[in-house]
């Protein structure tokens, strides 16, 4: 049994500015809601990430990740939608092959939250991997399911915490190698006040792909 091992670390910093007038207090929360990613809140976040020296012939992998997340509550529960669509822009990674350029394989992942604020906020539930790549090469050709997990804390302007997920083939092309996929993230914000707001946002994602040949 040979295990390839793909790490990927990416640092990614992102700006971004908002400009509506609303109240002072409201501001503050819808500031510290846009920057969690289980908050009770109807959002579309997008993350580019580049990757340089993949393959055997040293290519460059860009992705930009297509984020919804849609709310609902059930009782003292929230229930946090959140898919990740990926639009795959990558270079000859193996001599001869050429580039590609698609969608990759969409995430899904159903966090049950609790609804009532706390110090500490936390969320799991069931995460998916669905084979919607429109290129062989940029997905997996696999069915896949497991566990996504989330917790984070709020402190003052400041927002940490972390986000993982680990997802198995179960179904799918039978030629294509198992998949036994593990994707962490570790965030930091720090939001800024102003009569406007904004945040900045600086994600290291650590990123490891096993795949049984």
């Known amino acids: 049994m040979i295990r390839k091992i793909i790490v990927v670390l990416t640092l990614l910093f992102i700006v971004s500015w908002t400009a509506i007038p609303i109240m002072a207090d409201d501001k503050a929360d819808l500031a510290k809601k846009s ?14 990430n580049t990757t340089f020296g993949v393959g055997p012939a040293e290519g460059t992998v860009n992705t930009l990740n297509i984020q919804p ?47 009532k604020p706390a110090k500490w906020t936390w969320g799991a539930g069931p995460s998916f991997l669905i084979p919607t790549a429109t290129d062989e090469r940029l997905g997996t050709g696999k069915w896949s399911a497991g566990i996504g997990g989330v917790v984070l804390t709020i402190q003052g302007k400041w927002v940490i915490g972390a986000l993982a997920q680990n997802v198995w083939s179960f179904a799918g092309d039978a030629d294509r190698d198992d998949v036994d996929f593990l994707l962490a993230q570790y965030f930091i914000n720090y939001c800024f006040p102003s009569k406007q707001f904004g945040h900045i946002s600086l994600f290291l994602k650590r990123q490891y792909n096993l795949i049984a040949a």
């Open 35 to 48: 920057q969690n990613p289980i908050a009770n809140m109807i959002s579309l976040p997008f993350q580019n």
């Open 69 to 115: 997340v849609y709310p609902f509550s059930v009782g003292k529960v929230n229930i946090i939608n959140r898919f990740i669509l990926p639009v795959v822009w990558q270079g000859e990674l193996v001599p001869g092959q050429g580039s590609q350029f698609g969608l990759g394989d969409l995430s899904y992942t159903a966090f049950l939250s609790p609804s």
